[in-house]
């Protein structure tokens, strides 16, 4: 029994949005999806999704796409995007029901995967605009939208530290944390939710959002403060799942 991760599959089968423009690796990327998918995961094995599941602007348009990931093998944990539209965070208890036994929503609640509690949220990262100098170095930014974008940070920590607290009051004391969004902005050395991440000692914090090479380096890879750093993006991994466990 393994534990997987991967975001951003952009999904489009009723919206009709092909991410082709995006590059060569999104090319019938729902094949290669399906494919590395069907591979690698097994029916008894975890797939968490960071977000970005479907262009659908409501449930409705999303349904041949929820259709899609509920097909994969495995058990299905989705996290909430910021282009996930169909999905208002005060009806997450509702997704649920509707969805109980084929799919899971991670929104304000935890699952649990052996005797760690998977717990997480969007998450946001201020992502500009930038004031760059003449050899492009950033100089300057939007201190109104920065400001606008902490108010942001503080409501999806509140959502996690929901998650975190509902998984410690049931006792769990392992934590895996996913995010849609980097855990830091350009620039940020840590953030509000590295801090928490290691205030709960959190073994793994997984996130996606990060598209093109250009993007693969705006935030922690690797070990940092107590915890090892994933980007999962899709384009990112190929659409291969990466193993976390």
């Given at each position: 029994?393994a534990?997987?991760a991967?975001?951003?599959?952009?999904l489009?089968?009723?919206?009709?949005?092909?991410?082709n423009?995006?590059?060569?690796?999104w090319?019938?990327h729902?094949?290669?999806?399906?494919?590395?998918?069907?591979?690698?995961?097994?029916?008894?094995?975890?797939?968490?999704?960071?977000g970005?599941?479907?262009w659908?602007?409501?449930?409705?348009?999303?349904?041949?796409?929820?259709a899609?990931?509920?097909?994969l093998?495995?058990?299905?944990?989705?996290?909430?995007g910021?282009?996930?539209?169909?999905?208002?965070?005060?009806?997450?208890?509702?997704?649920?029901?509707?969805?109980?036994?084929?799919?899971?929503?991670?929104?304000?609640?935890?699952y649990?995967?052996?005797?760690?509690?998977l717990?997480?949220?969007?998450?946001?990262?201020?992502?500009?605009?930038?004031?760059?100098?003449?050899?492009g170095?950033?100089i300057?930014?939007?201190?109104?939208?920065?400001?606008?974008?902490?108010?942001l940070?503080?409501?999806?920590?509140?959502?996690?530290?929901?998650?975190?607290?509902?998984?410690?009051?049931?006792?769990y004391?392992?934590?895996?944390?996913f995010l849609?969004?980097?855990?830091?902005?350009?620039?940020?050395?840590?953030?509000?939710?590295?801090?928490?991440?290691?205030?709960y000692?959190?073994e793994?914090?997984?996130?996606?959002?990060c598209?093109?090479?250009?993007?693969?380096?705006?935030?922690?890879?690797?070990?940092?403060?107590?915890?090892?750093?994933?980007?999962?993006s899709?384009?990112?991994?190929?659409?291969?799942?990466?193993?976390?466990?």
């Open positions: 029994m534990l997987y991967i975001g951003d599959y952009h489009s089968f009723q919206a009709n949005k092909p991410m423009q995006f590059g060569a690796v090319r019938k729902e094949e290669k999806i399906k494919k590395n998918c069907s591979r690698l995961i097994r029916p008894e094995d975890t797939l968490v999704i960071t970005d599941h479907s659908g602007k409501n449930l409705e348009e999303c349904r041949e796409d929820l899609f990931i509920e097909a093998p495995g058990r299905k944990i989705l996290l909430r910021n282009h996930d539209m169909f999905w208002d965070a005060k009806k997450t208890e509702r997704l649920n029901r509707e969805y109980q036994g084929r799919l899971e929503f991670l929104q304000n609640n935890y649990t995967y052996e005797d760690y509690a717990v997480g949220t969007k998450g946001y990262t201020f992502e500009g605009p930038f004031y760059l100098d003449r050899r170095r950033i300057g930014w939007d201190e109104e939208k920065e400001l606008h974008a902490k108010k940070v503080d409501r999806e920590l509140a959502r996690l530290q929901q998650s975190f607290d509902a998984a410690a009051a049931d006792g004391q392992k934590f895996i944390l849609h969004y980097p855990p830091t902005s350009v620039l940020e050395k840590e953030s509000a939710f590295t801090r928490i991440a290691e205030q000692h959190a793994h914090v997984v996130y996606s959002h598209h093109g090479e250009s993007r693969f380096h705006d935030s922690i890879r690797g070990d940092f403060h107590g915890s090892t750093y994933h980007l999962v899709g384009d990112f991994l190929k659409f291969m799942p990466e193993r976390i466990l």
